[in-house]
């Protein structure tokens, strides 16, 4: 076991650096480094002058030598110009550069400086990070228990009309992508002219020109309400809901066909029990990976539902980050999703070495 | 020129129908609900003197009552379309009977194909043993339909797709368009006045034009990869696998951002992928044919001259816009999201194919070519391909889907495609803007993006069920 999980830490290790250096090597191509000097500098600048920007500003030399020093293990780049004026990654302009440290990248907790939102990172980042936080924690919320009700109620009788319906269900959320089921939903329930928020106004049940959920979450920003954020939360939600559901009817299915199940029918034991205490805690081992891989598809629902309903978390900033160029805040972006998905793949693997005892690693 | 109603004329009579089958069938389908949940819904057994019970259980009259109501439902909403179909003018037909006319082709064309499979369909192999499972049937006519829209799109659509009306912007569905040769927009205008309904139609076209392609492309891949790394594992395999896991890792939208993009066409790297990528099919069909005409040498210098012949010429355009006949081309921007996509799908093959291979090379038909002194490709290619076909054919339907997906999102975030094109994911992206206000524009192609991928998903479920009872 202990081998095991040494071996795929090992791996982690590998893809993550393998990873990086893609988005870092991707990022700073020559175009983008342009680009970003012409923002940084001025838009009418020559293209001599773009050259002599992005020597004076560290991003000539090895792309090797440069991702080294993002990751900190390459003494930060140094250049004196010819007023005898030093700049450098670890320094202020105007700072003594024998009094900054050498080396200054990730490993020494530098995330660089986000030219979007004008300031470091690390403490801007994390404040996104925190409110998708609260996002994926009630779309587990909501997501988890639906759909392995969903599955279970499917499996527990394989053919029955309930499980045809709840199939077709969840074929039909699994066809429906976020921008999808986003755009259905805000049109029923969060629009004053069409879906079910007139209707319920000429009822009086809700005040006139009101609606029934708010189509922009970023107030929820503030205080996270049930008007607020209903709809991002389902429509991350939906989409996975089929996906898990579908996941755990098989299982489900498959455990209703064992030869336990049958021998405490033929015993006498109720139906119910018979799911609740026999089949219940071997259909739901196989879910629990499901649920785990679910987290990097998360990932691509919250950046979509971030943008469509304006609710600035970490998704937003993804996007932010990548539209504006600016490098520091997309590799920071990258390295928590590379985390994110390394992380969930591991503990998906851990977990189900757990929960079934016939598999053993040597 | 009248605004349209929804309905027409027959809505007067089949509206309040549609009002209470639905009514009825979200009653039937809470109460089917809760006898569910209260274990109200198994079957009553014979009693003690062996008599069955005649009574039903209360599931299972809620059940029956969810079936009627739901085929009542669907009943008013047929008669609808057929009775606007038989109006003469799409003032008594209402949008949907006109709409319904406009689509006729492809009604046309879907009838057509559903008579010839059904009547042949003993003789038509797994095709036609989709014909025997109702769930594929219904994707299929979806999928189809889209199919046919896509081909007959310049007859369907009512309007130029990129042409502004003054007057007509955001205009809710049914509006009079005065101006023009139909008269009418039938789902209404755009934010800047271009008819919906024919957006929609060419944007079938759009997206029907490089998902089928794309995945077809990324199977390619993953199939020459995945069969000798499941075959002859070891290092080959660990190399493989690790930069397919990388990929496989990677955030989508993340690599989209990153792959998408003017500035990367500059650097040429969507050419390098594209150079990568394309050279498969040509490597797959060549070794194909090798391994099995490669004892009778001129059959085998036919096939592969002529895989090389129109492989490479294909190749040379696609890949570096430099064909010499100028027939095969890509413009940079698709070209560029093509090879994203397939970039992206090309992994998930190559781990299905893998695993498929590892599962089949243990199996005793594969022993005995090995025996007979047969080359591994092909006991690859020849044996083990054609009998993972099953599962290779699901998942090639559901991954159009999720090609289609993918092909949304990127229209979504406005990567790749031109601002004005039709496809479905960036007519979504420009009607959420206003989506408060005007919700038509975005809903309409949400809706038929839905419908495409739900018929996708449909499809493989009905050829899952029929290949598992081979």
Redesign the interface.
């Known amino acids: 076991m202990g081998l095991f999980v040494l071996r795929r830490l090992g791996?982690m290790l590998?893809?993550a650096i393998?990873?990086t250096f893609?988005?870092f090597y991707?990022?700073n191509?020559?175009?983008?480094l342009e680009?970003l000097a012409r923002t940084e500098g001025s838009v009418r600048m020559t293209d001599e002058a773009v050259q002599d920007w992005i020597v004076k500003n560290g991003h000539s030399g090895s792309i090797f030598l440069r991702y080294g020093q993002w990751l900190g293990v390459v003494p930060g780049w140094t250049y004196t110009d010819e007023k005898g004026q030093s700049r450098g990654r670890c320094f202020q302009i105007g700072q003594d550069p024998a009094l900054a440290p050498r080396y200054c990248g990730l490993l020494q907790g530098n995330w660089g400086y986000s030219t979007f939102f004008k300031a470091p990172v690390a403490g801007s980042l994390g404040a996104k990070l925190a409110a998708t936080g609260w996002l994926m924690l009630a779309v587990m919320l909501v997501m988890v228990p639906t759909s392995l009700l969903l599955g279970v109620?499917s499996g527990m009788r394989e053919g029955s009309?309930?499980d045809r319906?709840l199939s077709t269900f969840s074929?039909?959320t699994?066809?429906?992508?976020e921008?999808?089921s986003g755009?259905?939903l805000?049109?029923l329930f969060?629009?004053?002219?069409?879906?079910i928020s007139p209707l319920l106004a000429s009822y009086g049940l809700i005040e006139p020109n009101k609606t029934l959920f708010l189509?922009s979450a970023t107030s929820a920003m503030d205080k996270i309400t049930f008007w607020n954020f209903t709809l991002p939360v389902m429509t991350i939600a939906l989409y996975g809901i089929g996906y898990i559901a579908r996941m755990t009817r098989a299982s489900m299915t498959e455990v209703m066909t064992q030869q336990y199940i049958r021998t405490a029918r033929l015993k006498g034991v109720p139906?119910?029990s018979v799911v609740m205490k026999h089949a219940l805690r071997n259909a739901l081992i196989a879910p629990f990976t499901v649920i785990m891989l679910q987290f990097?598809w998360l990932?691509?629902g919250v950046?979509?539902v971030e943008?469509?309903f304006n609710y600035k978390g970490f998704g937003w900033t993804?996007?932010q980050a990548?539209?504006n160029n600016d490098i520091p805040l997309?590799l920071a972006?990258?390295v928590v999703?590379?985390i994110v998905?390394?992380m969930t793949?591991l503990i998906s693997d851990i977990g189900y070495v757990f929960l079934n005892p016939r598999i053993r690693l040597a | 020129m009248d605004q349209l109603t929804w309905t027409g004329t027959a809505g007067t009579v089949l509206l309040p129908l549609l009002q209470v089958a639905l009514l009825a069938l979200a009653l039937a389908?809470a109460a089917?609900l809760v006898f569910?949940l209260a274990?109200l819904?198994?079957p009553r057994l014979p009693g003690p003197d062996g008599t069955a019970a005649a009574a039903r259980s209360p599931g299972e009259l809620a059940?029956l009552a969810?079936?009627y109501s739901f085929f009542a439902a669907l009943g008013a909403i047929i008669c609808m379309l057929a009775a606007g179909a038989v109006m003469p003018s799409p003032v008594e037909a209402g949008i949907l009977g006109a709409m319904a006319v406009r689509f006729w082709p492809a009604w046309a064309a879907l009838a057509a194909t559903f008579v010839l499979s059904i009547r042949y369909r003993r003789k038509l192999g797994l095709y036609g043993k989709l014909f025997d499972s109702t769930v594929g049937m219904i994707g299929f006519a979806i999928v189809m339909f889209w199919v046919f829209t896509a081909i007959f799109a310049d007859v369907i659509a009512t309007h130029d797709a990129f042409a502004q009306m003054s007057g007509l912007k955001n205009k809710p569905p049914g509006s009079a368009a005065p101006d023009t040769a139909y008269g009418w927009y039938l789902l209404g205008g755009d934010h800047l006045a271009r008819d919906v309904f024919s957006r929609m139609v060419m944007g079938a076209r759009e997206v029907l034009k490089i998902a089928p392609a794309a995945t077809l492309f990324a199977f390619m891949v993953g199939i020459t990869l995945g069969l000798p790394a499941g075959y002859f594992g070891g290092r080959l395999d660990t190399v493989i696998s690790?930069l397919a896991?990388?990929v496989l890792?990677?955030?989508?939208?993340?690599l989209f951002?990153?792959?998408v993009t003017p500035?990367?066409r500059?650097?040429g790297?969507p050419i390098v992928l594209a150079a990568f990528l394309f050279i498969f099919p040509i490597i797959f069909l060549i070794v194909l044919f090798n391994s099995r005409y490669h004892t009778n040498p001129p059959k085998r210098n036919l096939y592969v001259g002529l895989v090389l012949l129109i492989g490479l010429w294909a190749y040379s355009g696609l890949a570096f816009n430099r064909d010499p006949l100028g027939i095969w081309s890509m413009q940079p921007n698709m070209l560029n999201v093509f090879v994203s996509v397939v970039f992206v799908n090309s992994p998930g093959v190559f781990r299905i194919v893998r695993g498929l291979v590892m599962d089949i090379k243990a199996r005793d038909y594969v022993a005995a070519g090995q025996t007979r002194g047969e080359g591994p490709w092909y006991i690859m290619l020849w044996e083990i391909l054609p009998n993972a076909r099953g599962p290779l054919i699901v998942d090639f339907c559901l991954r159009i889907?999720y090609t289609t997906?993918l092909l949304?999102?990127l229209g979504?975030?406005g990567l790749g495609v031109s601002p004005d094109s039709p496809d479905w994911?960036s007519t979504?992206?420009d009607?959420?803007k206003l989506?408060?206000?005007?919700?038509h524009p975005?809903?309409t192609p949400?809706?038929a993006?839905?419908s495409l991928?739900?018929g996708?998903?449909?499809l493989a479920?009905g050829l899952r069920e029929e290949s598992l009872r081979d």
Do not use: H, W
């Open positions: 791996v590998l893809t393998a990873l893609v988005v991707l990022t191509l020559p175009p983008n680009k109620l009309v309930t319906t074929i039909a699994t066809a429906t992508p921008y999808v755009v259905i805000v049109a969060a629009t004053a002219s069409t879906g189509a139906f119910r990097p990932l691509n950046v979509i943008s469509l993804l996007v990548a539209s997309l972006c990258s999703a590379v998905v390394l793949q | 389908l089917r569910v274990g819904d198994a059940s969810v079936r690790f896991n990388l890792a990677f955030p989508v939208i993340l951002y990153l792959l500035e990367i500059n650097t790297i889907g997906i949304g999102t979504f975030f994911g979504i992206d009607g959420r989506l408060n206000l005007f919700p975005a809903v949400a809706l993006l839905m991928v739900l996708l998903n449909l479920d």
